[in-house]
């Protein structure tokens, strides 16, 4: 009990009743009695000494369950991975986009050089100048 109540949880368990009995070896019907007229259970006392000592530690403000604590902090840090996410998403498809305007302007631009060379090697009104070497060549 006191494991359980320090936050001493064993994977997959929390601080009640059904995993006080797992870590006790013992049926959890022992902490109940079967119905109202029934004898109380074998262990119905600690259970309720259990119950009241998990009550004194929350109004304590200590959490005696440290895996809600967890939950809600993957929860919230689940949520701002979504959010980071979409962003990230929409910033690549905001980039695959540019991508593909630049790709097709390159490809028109490099279709109007071929254009351009093809009208000066054939157009009589061009005339193709020479080029000087660079001095010092």
């Known amino acids: 009990m006191d494991r359980l109540l ?9 601080a009640d009743v059904k995993s006080l009995a797992a870590e006790a070896g013992i049926s959890r019907q022992l902490f109940y009695s079967c119905d109202q007229g029934a004898p109380p259970g074998l262990y119905q006392d600690l259970a309720q000494e259990f119950a009241r000592r998990l009550a004194d530690r929350r109004e304590a403000e200590e959490t005696a369950d440290s895996r ?18 979409s962003e990230r998403d929409a910033e690549v498809a905001e980039l695959k986009a540019f991508r593909q305007q630049a790709a097709s302007r390159i490809a028109a631009q490099h279709a109007e050089i071929e254009r351009l060379r093809r009208e000066s090697t054939t157009s009589p009104n061009v005339r193709r100048l020479s080029v000087r070497p660079a001095e010092g060549d």
Request: aromatic share 0%; hydrophobic share 25%; charged share 45%.
């Open 6 to 14: 320090r936050d001493e949880l064993p994977p997959g368990r929390k």
């Open 68 to 85: 809600d604590t967890q939950i809600e902090r993957l929860k919230a840090g689940q949520a701002t991975l979504k959010r980071r996410l």
